[in-house]
């Protein structure tokens, strides 16, 4: 069983950046996809960005487009998500997970995610 534990969340001024961590134990991402969700409070949690096994894949959720970026090392077991250029809307807290699913313009929703951190909140305020 894979053990996940996100870091790098806080408070940040709009325009700002943020880089979340993910460190994966207890096994290895190697031959999963990983990805970012993230949940506002009354909202359902949303697909932010999926990066393939391989690497040769990388989805975005089109309000984070051109401001995030995905990237995964696995000779570290970590997951990371650059958030650049931040908005008060991208307040929420922010999972990782990892899965054997495919990377889609439409990213896979939780359901068919494996294996989930416990969150960081993430919140963009003047």
């Known amino acids: 069983q894979l053990q996940l534990v996100e870091s790098g969340g806080g408070l940040v001024h709009p325009g700002g950046s943020l880089r979340l961590s993910c460190a994966v134990s207890?096994?290895?991402?190697?031959?999963?996809?990983v990805g970012w969700f993230r949940q506002a409070p009354g909202k359902e949690r949303e697909g932010v960005s999926c990066?393939?096994?391989?690497?040769?894949?990388?989805k975005y959720t089109n309000s984070v487009k051109g401001r995030f970026t995905i990237s995964r090392d696995n000779a570290r077991n970590t997951v990371y998500l650059q958030m650049n250029s931040l908005r008060t809307e991208d307040t929420a807290v922010y999972y990782c997970?990892?899965?054997?699913?495919?990377?889609?313009?439409?990213?896979?929703?939780?359901?068919?995610?494996?294996?989930w951190g416990q969150g960081t909140q993430v919140t963009v305020s003047s």
């Open positions: 990066l393939s096994a391989s690497g040769g894949s990388t």
């Open positions: 207890g096994g290895t991402i190697e031959y999963d996809a």
């Open positions: 997970a990892t899965g054997f699913v495919t990377c889609r313009e439409r990213i896979s929703p939780p359901a068919e995610w494996k294996s």
